[in-house]
């Protein structure tokens, strides 16, 4: 008994070393995203961290799982490693402002990508996608694919969530002017593929006539299409919103027809520029909130886009 | 015995007759609460009630009653298996990975079959279900928290394999392990889903097992008394650790299954899957104190629950309510629960002495 407990623990002591870095010099950016098995957010980190390393920083990435104190902890965190800048993508847009503030007041300024917070002037960027004119835009082309009338469902994000609803009030605003075009049901599927996959099978039995299918993100887009390619059907028109590397894949096979590629990469290295340049110089030179355009990506371009970015 | 039962009145046959028929009433409640439910989602949902939404139906609710039936040993032994949801989400990376990335020996990539990829993620998720058991049986952690542990362990191991990402295009390629993924969740048998056919195999075999086996009467008297049974010469910890083993089996299936479907592996596959079928298990009338319940109550657990999810999409009810309505017909159930085993207690003497039989 007493073999085996030394072992476990050695086992974890052995865990906890190799997770140690080697203590570093340079200034610390602490990137702190939603979660890290999202390809979205893995994307912005990760460019985050390229672009703050090619500029000499050390850097340290960590998820909140969009728990607002779990986020508390971590902003916590940062300001026990006197981290430089703190680069965030919040857990909340009125939940985050205290955790913004604490560290702004510690002297760790805090740049704020993807999502933005109610109040201004505490953090010094707030850089954000414009949902609002990225779902008009996937929205009009959803129109466009589809017939002149027909039925159409929607798949929608977290409900609590800040972009679920600014998308689908962008939807809304594209697809409740169209005559003839009629939702006839809507569900959340918590932005899971498992669940708009089930979500979508249910859906098409109350209701198979059905044409098309507009999803508040891709992994909900691609959850739809696996469910319409097992019923067996064919002609339906989906389309998600992010530009994730998988819907842009679908896109091209036909699978998908269109998505709205947010510039996760770009926005993510604009606002590590802005810090470098903050730091260097105090002052960012641009003004706080910064909205940047969706494209739209559709079968004639999918070429043209990858991992959240515009390749050429 | 049969003095007693000759000097029985009529208003004490009457009380015994009635007490008999609410205790069947409160014991058939699971059976009872879906027969409800799907009448009333026939009565409201048009399109409920036809042979293709039963079968996308029973599909739904094959994820989990899969979990379910895995789980009922589990609890019948007295412990509970909060890693399946985990554990099913690693199966499926499991697979993803060895599907696209292969397997690397002898310096070179090799890219196996579906079967051995299939048997390969059955391994990895055995072994989860065995330290579960080891952990619980033999080192003496509570259930709760050495399940818990591997809660974590195994969602973070899929995390780990995959770096945060999606293994995409499972349908697979000629050139690599060759094509037939989607066959375990998107073929059918006899116009059945196979998944459904996964599920019927599985209760099939449980149901044997819990009822016609010595390792099943073992399972029940460890859940019943532990102590009584290992002085009964019960060999607790294999019993346990079997359990563990097959609760992890089915998760690996019902990993698989969703891998197959969505032909894509995404490392939080799963994620709560475990409260849905501890809820299925508790639904079914089986205590989770241990020793008593069936297969066949978490099965119609299971299904109550996921006629419950699917007709309320159907009807249209919001995200919201739907969490609401689920988690009142649980604590109903589990309140009904406690007044079957109290009623029980009090009708039982009058019980006995209706039924000269009983007591003999």
Redesign the interface.
């Known amino acids: 008994m007493r073999g085996?407990v030394v072992a476990v623990a050695a086992c974890v002591a052995g865990l906890m070393m190799a997770g140690c870095r080697h203590v570093d010099r340079r200034k610390l950016v602490f990137i702190i995203v939603p979660?890290?098995?999202?390809?979205f957010f893995?994307a912005e980190a990760d460019a985050a961290s390229t672009e703050a390393q090619r500029l000499g920083y050390a850097t340290r990435v960590d998820a909140h799982d969009d728990d607002a104190y779990r986020q508390d902890n971590l902003i916590d965190a940062a300001i026990a490693s006197n981290a430089a800048v703190i680069v965030l993508d919040n857990a909340g847009s009125d939940s985050s402002v205290s955790a913004v503030r604490r560290a702004t007041q510690k002297g760790i300024p805090v740049f704020l990508i993807d999502r933005e917070i109610e109040t201004s002037g505490i953090a010094k960027a707030q850089i954000i996608a414009d949902n609002d004119q990225g779902a008009r835009l996937v929205a009009g082309e959803f129109v466009r694919t589809l017939p002149a009338t027909g039925d159409y469902a929607e798949l929608l994000g977290r409900?609590s969530d800040t972009n679920a609803q600014i998308r689908t009030k962008g939807f809304h605003a594209v697809l409740d002017g169209v005559a003839g075009l009629r939702l006839v049901?809507?569900?959340?599927a918590?932005w899971?593929?498992?669940e708009a996959?089930?979500?979508t099978?249910?859906?098409l039995?109350?209701?198979?006539s059905i044409a098309g299918i507009i999803a508040g993100n891709d992994?909900m887009a691609?959850?739809a299409a696996?469910a319409v390619k097992?019923a067996g059907l064919k002609n339906m028109k989906i389309v998600g919103f992010d530009g994730s590397p998988?819907a842009i894949?679908a896109i091209r096979m036909g699978e998908l027809q269109a998505t709205a590629l947010q510039p996760a990469v770009y926005i993510a290295r604009l606002a590590v520029d802005e810090a470098d340049r903050y730091l260097k110089t105090g002052s960012t030179g641009e003004k706080e909130r910064q909205i940047v355009p969706c494209d739209l990506v559709t079968k004639q371009n999918a070429l043209d886009y990858g991992n959240f970015e515009k390749l050429r | 015995m049969n003095s007693v039962a000759q000097t029985l009145t009529n208003s004490d046959r009457l009380a015994s007759g009635s007490a008999r028929g609410v205790l069947i009433l409160l014991r058939a409640r699971a059976f009872l609460v879906l027969f409800l439910l799907l009448a009333l989602f026939s009565w409201m949902a048009p399109a409920f009630l036809t042979a293709n939404n039963f079968s996308i139906l029973a599909k739904h609710v094959a994820i989990s009653a899969i979990l379910a039936i895995g789980m009922t040993f589990v609890v019948l032994t007295g412990g509970i298996d909060l890693s399946v949801g985990s554990v099913a989400g690693l199966g499926g990376m499991v697979a993803g990975y060895v599907i696209t990335q292969g397997v690397t020996f002898g310096g070179a990539q090799h890219f196996p079959s579906i079967a051995v990829a299939v048997l390969i993620t059955f391994a990895v998720c055995l072994v989860v279900g065995a330290i579960n058991g080891w952990l619980v049986a033999k080192v003496g952690v509570a259930p709760f928290i050495a399940t818990l542990g591997t809660l974590y362990i195994a969602r973070g191991a899929a995390l780990l394999l995959s770096n945060g990402k999606t293994f995409p295009n499972l349908a697979g390629s000629a050139t690599h392990a060759g094509t037939g993924f989607s066959v375990i969740g998107q073929s059918f048998f006899l116009h059945v889903p196979t998944p459904v056919w996964i599920m019927a195999g599985l209760f099939a075999f449980a149901a044997f097992v819990a009822a016609k086996t010595p390792f099943g009467r073992h399972v029940y008297a460890i859940g019943g008394n532990e102590r009584a049974a290992r002085l009964a010469g019960i060999r607790v910890p294999r019993v346990k650790i079997i359990s563990y083993i097959f609760s992890a089996l089915c998760a690996a299936c019902v990993g698989l299954i969703i891998a197959s479907q969505l032909e894509a592996a995404h490392p939080a596959t799963g994620e709560t899957f475990e409260l849905n079928a501890i809820a299925a298990v508790v639904l079914g009338g089986t205590s989770l104190m241990g020793g008593r319940g069936s297969v066949l109550g978490s099965l119609i657990g299971a299904f109550v629950i996921g006629v419950l999810a699917d007709g309320l999409v159907m009807l249209g009810v919001s995200e919201f309510w739907q969490m609401v309505i689920k988690g009142l017909v649980i604590v109903l159930a589990v309140a009904v629960d406690q007044l079957q085993s109290r009623l029980q207690a009090k009708f039982l003497p009058l019980l006995l002495r209706s039924s000269p039989q009983a007591g003999a």
Do not use: I, W
Request: proline share 6%.
């Open positions: 085996r979660s890290q098995d999202n390809p893995k409900e049901s809507a569900q959340s918590n899971s593929q498992a996959f089930q979500k099978e249910t859906m039995q109350a209701h198979p992994t691609l959850g696996a097992s998988d894949a």
